[in-house]
């Protein structure tokens, strides 16, 4: 609903819709990373009478990262051992799962870091191979629900703090994925709050910022249904107090991912063809739960390389050298990091590397030297050294 004194303008007519063009289950490229966000509502997962459904859904789903809510009663090792034996892994560790409070993080990649200090939300940083982009942080969220604006708010405005001062002390440029299901029924503000950082208690959260890393709102996904043109994530045609809404949303930090694919997953609209194909039945999205799972699959682009103070290194290359990317001397010995590190072999980070009392820089020019340029040793700079430069020109030395 729009913010206090604000307000939303809808039309509608009698033109009839225009059919959808369907949406498929399976990855649009095998290499992409897929996320699934979704409420089992009530434990369902371990629930006797509905787990029969999520052994369907969850391998039709396929994804790399599930992260579910409404998990209280559930453990991390329950949800690891039904994985395993749904969607078995190759290799011995099989699938990596986090908890805090509801929430239940599983991946079939290790868990580097947790956090646990951020109400209803619960970032964890996973080793997502280099090949496909490296670590990313997936924050798994259930937001306070129906009436609890004032919590809503709170919750994601600390979020907010966390991500714009970098609270998990995150190596710049990390891609990020916000998902869950927000039970956004209030007012806008929250989603504002989550796009564009801006906080509205301040002077509890601080000022806020942009979320992204380029200074810029996250990205919304956005998905509707495969066979549908309708984005709702939530449907309960017995409860009365709610229509079908969008409850479960997936944002992410589209300045360093991309979106290849979405979709919201309800076995009820889909066509008996598509069922028999993913060995799923008419009835189990909403018989597993009356949320609706979502799916996002992205990729990482590999940055480009770039050399910024034009010394001959990378600049992702010199933090492990422990040079500095902006300062193409960064011992200030007179040679380029890259020449240090590429032709002469010093060491870019001492200004005198044998310790002989001469700096690098003079040492190669021979400035530090009794007589600079006395080739062979005689005592003397004449043609004779001119001779045994050009006698050894081009020789590999050992």
């Known amino acids: 609903m729009p913010n206090q004194g604000l307000e939303f303008v809808h039309h509608f007519n009698e033109a009839n819709a225009t059919a959808v063009e369907p949406l498929g289950l399976a990855k649009d490229d095998p290499s992409s990373l897929r996320i699934c966000a979704y409420n089992v509502l009530g434990n369902g997962l371990i629930h006797p009478a509905r787990q029969a459904h999520y052994e369907r859904i969850l391998p039709a789903l396929d994804a790399d990262v ?11 090792n329950e949800v690891k051992t039904l ?26 990649w290790p868990h580097v ?3 646990t200090e951020l109400p209803k939300q619960f970032p964890v940083l996973i080793d997502v191979p280099d090949g496909l982009g490296g670590d990313v942080l997936f924050i798994n969220s259930h937001l306070s629900c129906c009436g609890n604006d004032a919590a809503r708010q709170d919750q994601v405005d600390e979020m907010m703090a966390w991500i714009v001062n970098n609270e998990g002390n995150l190596t710049v440029n990390t891609p990020i994925v916000y998902a869950g299901d927000l039970n956004l029924v209030g007012y806008a503000q929250q989603l504002e709050t989550l796009l564009e950082g801006n906080i509205v208690q301040t002077q509890t959260f601080g000022q806020g910022g942009m979320p992204d890393w380029d200074g810029t709102p996250w990205a919304d996904v956005l998905p509707r249904l495969t066979h ?6 939530w449907r309960d045609d017995g409860d009365g107090n709610f229509p079908p809404g969008r409850l479960d949303f997936v944002l992410y930090s589209d300045a360093v991912m991309d979106q290849e694919h979405a979709f919201v997953l309800e076995t009820e609209t889909l066509p008996e063809e598509v069922l028999v194909e993913f060995g799923l039945l008419q009835g189990d999205t909403h018989s597993a739960s009356d949320h609706l799972p979502v799916v996002m699959d992205f990729s ?21 050298l422990g040079t500095d990317p902006f300062d193409a001397d960064t011992d200030n010995d007179g040679l380029t990091d890259g020449f240090e590190v590429i032709v002469s072999g010093t060491d870019p ?11 690098d820089g003079e040492e190669a020019f021979q400035l530090c030297a009794s007589c600079p340029s006395d080739l062979n040793n005689d005592g003397i ?10 006698g050894n020109f081009g020789q590999d030395c050992p």
């Open 381 to 390: 700079v004449s043609v004779a050294d001119v001779l045994h430069l050009l």
């Open 349 to 359: 980070l001492m200004q005198d590397t044998n310790s002989n009392g001469c700096p």
């Open 228 to 233: 549908q043109p309708f984005t709702y994530t």
């Open 66 to 76: 599930y992260l579910f809510s409404e998990c209280g009663g559930t453990s991390a």
């Open 83 to 108: 994985l395993d034996t749904w969607l078995p892994l190759d290799g011995d560790q099989g699938w990596h799962t986090s908890k805090d409070g509801d929430l239940i993080t599983a991946s079939v």
């Open 300 to 320: 990482v682009p590999q940055p480009a390389s770039q050399d910024s103070d034009l010394d001959g290194l990378d600049d992702a290359e010199e933090p492990q």
């Open 113 to 115: 870091q947790t956090w």
